[in-house]
T-cell receptor
Framework: DQQVKQNSPSLSVQEGRISILNCDYT??????FLWYKKYPAEGPTFLIS?????DKNEDGRFTVFLNKSAKHLSLHIVPSQPGDSAVYFC????????????FGKGTKLTVNP | DVKVTQSSRYLVKRTGEKVFLECVQD?????MFWYRQDPGLGLRLIYF???????EKGDIPEGYSVSREKKERFSLILESASTNQTSMYLC????????????FGPGTRLTVT
């Protein structure tokens, strides 16, 4: 059973426009969410996170929104840059529970110049 | 500068061979993880360890074993490699409950022929 779902395998946007990557989760015990970014032939790197006590967290061009009632989160990148082209993974965890992050399948973002 | 290193970037092995993938971290982290990444399947947890000599199965442990004799080193073992174990293998480490500080190694691309 997939606890974290990223239903769009790929997304293509123009440089300067907004990129919106979506993530849904089914495990209502998750209370902390993270986004990781992965370039080819490199390990994933942490991008941004959000606790379930918040509905928004912003870091520069990156903003994550959390809608707990819909069990949905989204990552907004504004403005998108060609260097943002990568695979983005969403992950959820239950703080105080298992030490395991549960990852989605990833969305490949391509930002065209 | 934090560091998770993996013994090989690329590895080619034959079916039936015993394969060792080594991971070393220099951050004194308690938790270490082994994932595999496959197209369309995302990051799947194979095994993790929360202390020396302690291990716990992840989501796909079949065909794998692990060893953690020292805190900084976590080894993944393929007892008898098979072609369906051809994949990108990623090691990660993290301090307990430091969810946004999980660091990944660069990955090992294993091909089993």
């Amino acid at each position: 059973d997939q606890q974290v779902k990223q239903n769009s395998p790929s997304l293509s946007v123009q440089e300067g426009r907004i990129s919106i990557l979506n993530c849904d989760y089914t495990n209502s015990m998750f209370d902390y969410f993270l986004w990781y970014k992965k370039y080819p032939a490199e390990g994933p790197t942490f991008l941004i996170s959000i606790s379930s006590i918040k509905d928004k967290n912003e870091d520069g061009r990156f903003t994550v929104f959390l809608n707990k009632s819909a069990k949905h989160l989204s990552l907004h990148i504004v403005p998108s840059q060609p260097g943002d082209s990568a695979v983005y993974f969403c992950a959820g965890v239950t703080q105080g529970g298992s030490e395991k992050l549960v990852f989605g399948k990833g969305t490949k973002l391509t930002v065209n110049p | 500068d934090v560091k998770v290193t993996q013994s090989s970037r690329y590895l080619v092995k034959r079916t039936g061979e015993k394969v060792f993938l080594e991971c070393v971290q220099d951050m004194d982290h308690e938790n270490m993880f082994w994932y595999r990444q496959d197209p369309g399947l995302g990051l799947r947890l194979i095994y993790f360890s929360y202390d020396v000599k302690m291990k716990e199965k992840g989501d796909i442990p079949e065909g794998y074993s692990v060893s953690r004799e020292k805190k900084e080193r976590f080894s993944l073992i393929l007892e008898s490699a098979s072609t369906n174990q051809t994949s990108m293998y990623l090691c990660a480490s993290r301090q307990e409950m430091k969810w946004n500080e999980q660091y990944f190694g660069p990955g090992t691309r294993l091909t089993v022929t």
